[in-house]
């Protein structure tokens, strides 16, 4: 507790809000979200491809995902109207908002860890993170054996040194992640080598990601679940249902489309990432399985 506590004043989240949630354990938070007919969902204000914030609102695969399962409660719940309230997070705040009951659910890019489950509670995972080299189409790199010898980009002091090290001897280490695209714009490099997520946010970056494409690698798999209090089966029990019927009837596959290899708002440019093998096993077997 006093490690949770330390982390909630760190993020700016109060005692006496810990304490509150402390005293209402005996109540879920379906009790709440119905007596209060609001539901408080997380997300990232430049989260991109997976929660983000623009003219139109709360933009996103895993919003999408959230909104999904929050018809799903007001359904469950029967109430007519159910009013959805966006709550925004960082990367050293989610945990600390949700374990204090801030905040409801976060779909975002939150992997599973078994080191977390102290503190909050997953859902099934909804997408599986690899590692993923995007590359012009006329480099040659069309898989991971046809990138070895490559020059490949990737930021310097990161993980992903090691990783893509294993593929090519012939590294090129840059500053950040937009320095490494553009070390493939510029032809100083074959192919930028990241996590999928961070590609496929520089993709959007591009004028046109047309003459590119993105190769999945498969190494270091993360699964992205919807964190949500700890504790609490109901809720889980309608987030893991949902998300396995959209699996099953194939909505969460064209909701992959939508936002990674189609235009989304408000660029109106697509990353050009196309689903893999390990998202379709996920499809055909979901499951809240922690990547740790």
Same mark, same amino acid.
């Given at each position: 507790?006093?490690?949770?506590?330390?982390?909630?004043?760190?993020?700016?989240?109060?005692?006496?809000?810990?304490?509150?949630?402390?005293?209402?354990?005996?109540?879920?938070?379906?009790?709440?979200?119905?007596?209060?007919?609001?539901?408080?969902?997380?997300?990232?204000?430049?989260?991109?491809?997976?929660?983000?914030?623009?003219?139109?609102?709360?933009?996103?695969?895993?919003?999408?995902?959230?909104?999904?399962?929050?018809?799903?409660?007001?359904?469950?719940?029967?109430?007519?109207?159910?009013?959805?309230?966006?709550?925004?997070?960082?990367?050293?705040?989610?945990?600390?908002?949700?374990?204090?009951?801030?905040?409801?659910?976060?779909?975002?890019?939150?992997?599973?860890?078994?080191?977390?489950?102290?503190?909050?509670?997953?859902?099934? %995972?909804?997408? !599986?993170?690899?590692? $993923?080299?995007? +590359?012009?189409?006329?480099?040659?790199?069309?898989?991971? =054996?046809?990138? /070895?010898?490559?020059?490949?980009?990737?930021?310097?002091?990161?993980?992903?040194?090691?990783?893509?090290?294993?593929?090519?001897?012939?590294?090129?280490?840059?500053?950040?992640?937009?320095?490494?695209?553009?070390?493939?714009?510029?032809?100083?490099?074959?192919?930028?080598?990241?996590?999928?997520?961070?590609?496929?946010?520089?993709?959007?970056?591009?004028?046109?990601?047309?003459?590119?494409?993105?190769?999945?690698?498969?190494?270091?798999?993360?699964?992205?679940?919807?964190?949500?209090?700890?504790?609490?089966?109901?809720?889980?029990?309608?987030?893991?249902?949902?998300?396995?019927?959209?699996?099953?009837?194939?909505?969460?596959?064209?909701?992959?489309?939508?936002?990674? %290899?189609?235009? !989304?708002?408000?660029? $109106?440019?697509? +990353?050009?990432?196309?689903?893999?093998?390990?998202?379709? =096993?996920?499809? /055909?077997?979901?499951?809240?399985?922690?990547?740790?």
């Amino acid at each position: 507790m006093k490690k949770l506590n330390a982390l909630m004043l760190a993020t700016g989240v109060s005692l006496s809000a810990s304490t509150m949630a402390a005293d209402t354990q005996s109540e879920s938070r379906l009790d709440r979200i119905k007596e209060y007919k609001t539901m408080i969902l997380g997300y990232y204000e430049t989260g991109i491809p997976f929660s983000y914030l623009d003219n139109n609102g709360v933009q996103g695969f895993g919003a999408e995902i959230s909104k999904r399962i929050a018809e799903a409660v007001r359904v469950e719940l029967g109430l007519d109207e159910l009013e959805i309230r966006w709550n925004p997070m960082t990367v050293s705040t989610r945990i600390a908002l949700v374990a204090a009951n801030t905040i409801d659910l976060e779909c975002t890019s939150t992997s599973h860890k078994k080191s977390r489950e102290q503190y909050v509670s997953f859902s099934n %995972n909804f997408f !599986i993170s690899s590692d $993923a080299m995007a +590359a012009r189409k006329d480099s040659g790199i069309t898989s991971v =054996a046809s990138a /070895a010898g490559k020059r490949i980009s990737v930021v310097e002091g990161s993980d992903n040194v090691q990783s893509a090290g294993s593929i090519s001897s012939n590294l090129v280490e840059v500053a950040n992640n937009p320095r490494g695209m553009q070390a493939v714009e510029k032809g100083d490099a074959d192919a930028f080598f990241s996590n999928i997520g961070l590609v496929s946010r520089e993709m959007l970056r591009l004028d046109d990601a047309s003459a590119y494409e993105v190769n999945f690698v498969g190494s270091n798999p993360s699964g992205y679940a919807c964190m949500l209090p700890k504790g609490d089966a109901g809720l889980k029990k309608i987030a893991d249902e949902t998300i396995a019927s959209m699996m099953a009837s194939g909505e969460m596959e064209e909701l992959f489309n939508t936002w990674f %290899n189609g235009p !989304i708002p408000p660029y $109106a440019r697509s +990353a050009n990432v196309q689903i893999d093998e390990l998202n379709r =096993a996920l499809y /055909a077997n979901p499951n809240d399985t922690a990547y740790e």
